[in-house]
């Protein structure tokens, strides 16, 4: 049997403790990788995940068990009372006739009381809807345990992404807050100049205006980082007051290996989607396999035994046993079963244009991420290289402003620049992080060792504080009650 591939690289903990035995501790500085195990054990998508294909593993023995012998025993206890009324008739002397006629009622109640025991015991000997029933589910048990490693791999991802969220929403709002400090001081100096004549009103509007924009924008900056650690506590079920920081000297390489259609290769033979997408067709064809088999005799052996006894006088208990062979064959089924032939038929067309349209869809994300990844390498040294220039023009614009060749508007601008340079550069960095990670998901080789290898990208020396409202959080991780279970 097929288990998850994704269960083989990284052990899930035991069930029990994700069950609501956890509760939402108290806050805790964490990093990427600290925060992806919590994922793993507490994401109720991904619990749902694997309590489905659990059930679809017992599925398989339900099948299992009907090929096997089926014994039962039965018994009975009764009490029966029988009543019965007739009329009775005879002739007597008497009288001048010498004859009278002589009537009444004859009654009769009779009480029995009985037991009986039985046995019985049943073996399918040829039965192919069974077989081809317990077929169809080892191959629902393939799909499925597959389906288990792209829940995986998707709850990994949307770590990630949650976690880096975070850090370019704090970068973002660094930058939109020391841009509302620059043109706060430009404000303030422009007020001055015009205080002293040095320069007209229209300066210090444009200051102004200058100004509450960066502070609007630093607002929604604000907005951002208070949303953007949310998620985390949505996969998780825990708060962590603050996250390690993305390292300055992060290695921006292309991916290996460095040829697009190698990871097109790859993705065929390892992306959960595409694999899952082909089981589904033999769990169709299996569909097709138990239709047909209806159309076949069953034969089974069969023995049973069974024993009396009452109390009515004169009859002793008695037992009686039956051994033999049970065969039966469909003729007519009113075309039942040539409809649900055809009904399969069709639904494993269906699944063949699905798995053709998964194959399509995976091998054009592939190559456009590979693509954009490359691009990405390319756009983070770019956006350096902005900032540097931004930052020489502002410079140079200062002077020019100081003696009079510049304008307020232009030292106003090349701030702006200099700060969207900031910010585009720390987008740069994430989006070519995220972008690795979800080219190898879709390659299907994102696991716990991308994880770690990004982790090791990340500074425990700068920590992002993530602002927490003071708020209780006293739920448990995993409220869902206690699940049943069978009768011992």
Not at 195 to 213: C, F, N, R
Not at 359 to 365: A, C, F, G, L, V
Request: with cysteine; glycine share 6%; hydrophobic share 40%.
């Amino acid at each position: 049997m097929l288990r998850p591939p994704f269960a083989r690289r990284f052990p899930r903990r035991g069930v029990v403790a994700f069950l609501g035995c956890f509760m939402i501790g108290h806050a805790q500085a964490a990093d990427l990788w600290t925060i992806a195990q919590d994922a793993l054990a507490n994401d109720a998508e991904l619990s749902s995940t694997q309590a489905s294909f659990q059930a679809t593993e017992a599925a398989r023995d339900v099948q299992r068990g009907t090929l096997l012998p089926q014994i039962s025993v039965g018994g009975n206890m009764a009490h029966s009372r029988t009543y019965s009324s007739a009329v009775g008739s005879g002739l007597g002397q008497g009288g001048a006739g010498g004859e009278e006629e002589l009537a009444g009622l004859i009654d009769q109640d009779d009480t029995v009381n009985s037991v009986g025991l039985s046995l019985d015991a049943e073996q399918a000997l040829y039965d192919p809807s069974r077989r081809a029933q317990l077929a169809r589910a080892e191959r629902e048990i393939d799909r499925d345990a597959l389906g288990v490693d792209a829940a995986a791999q998707q709850l990994l991802y949307n770590v990630a992404n949650a976690y880096f969220e975070i850090l370019r929403a704090h970068d973002i709002l660094s930058a939109r807050r020391a841009q509302e400090t620059a043109i706060s001081r430009q404000l303030e100096q422009a007020r001055e100049r015009f205080e002293v004549g040095l320069i007209a009103i229209t300066d210090v509007h444009e200051a102004q205006a200058s100004y509450d924009l960066s502070r609007a924008q630093r607002l929604a900056a604000e907005g951002a980082m208070q949303v953007s650690f949310e998620a985390l506590e949505r996969l998780t079920g825990h708060r962590y007051d603050s996250i390690d920081a993305l390292d300055e000297d992060v290695p921006i390489a292309r991916p290996e290996p460095a040829d697009r259609e190698e990871w097109v290769e790859l993705a065929m033979a390892n992306s959960p989607m595409v694999l899952m997408a082909e089981a589904g067709i033999e769990v169709a064809r299996s569909s097709v396999d138990v239709a047909r088999a209806g159309q076949r005799p069953v034969v089974s052996a069969f023995a049973n035994y069974g024993w009396s006894d009452t109390d009515r006088s004169g009859t002793n208990h008695q037992s009686e046993s039956q051994v033999g062979l049970r065969a039966s064959l469909p003729l007519y089924t009113g075309g039942s079963t040539q409809a649900q032939i055809r009904q399969s038929g069709f639904l494993l067309e269906a699944s063949q244009y699905d798995f053709e349209a998964q194959r399509r869809d995976t091998i054009q994300q592939v190559r456009s991420l590979f693509t954009r990844v490359n691009n990405d390498v390319e756009t983070v040294e770019a956006r350096r290289q902005a900032i540097v220039s931004n930052q020489s023009a502002l410079e140079a614009t200062r002077s020019g402003y100081e003696v009079g060749t510049r304008n307020i508007v232009d030292v106003l601008n090349a701030e702006q620049n200099l700060f969207n340079a900031i910010a585009e550069h720390a987008e740069a960095r994430y989006n070519y992080v995220l972008g690795l990670l979800q080219l190898q998901q879709q390659a299907g080789l994102l696991g716990p060792d991308s994880i770690q290898a990004v982790n090791a990208w990340l500074s425990d020396e700068e920590r992002v504080s993530l602002e927490l409202p003071d708020e209780a959080n006293d739920n448990p991780v995993m409220n869902i009650g206690e699940r049943p279970r069978a009768p011992t």
